[in-house]
């Protein structure tokens, strides 16, 4: 039988570059790395959802310490977002 596949696997970006292992980091590295215009080109918003995809994509087999870790790292984002600064 074959295995079904979902459809997450299919979603291909190419908005928003994270590199190698950031979601392992602490918030405010995610949050300083993924905000970068290199990173998301198409400005933070994107690198919030990138970061939502991910929370999204790991399931189950994402941790509670880790998924708090991005979440704080998503309100990092969204506060830049709103105010304009830099995150330090």
Do not use: C, H
């Not at 949050?31 to 215009?37: D, F, L, P, R």
Request: aromatic share 6%; charged share 40%; hydrophobic share 30%.
């Amino acid at each position: 039988m074959r295995k079904k596949e979902k459809w997450v696997q299919k979603v291909k970006t190419v908005s928003t570059f994270p590199p190698e292992k950031i979601f392992t980091k602490d918030a405010e590295t995610i949050a300083k790395v993924m905000s970068k215009k290199e990173i998301s080109p198409k400005g933070i918003g994107s690198a919030i959802k990138m970061i939502q995809y991910f929370i999204n994509r790991s399931g189950k087999g994402l941790s509670k310490k880790r998924k708090q870790e991005l979440e704080k790292a998503k309100k990092l984002l969204q506060e830049k977002n709103k105010k304009g600064n830099k995150i330090k």
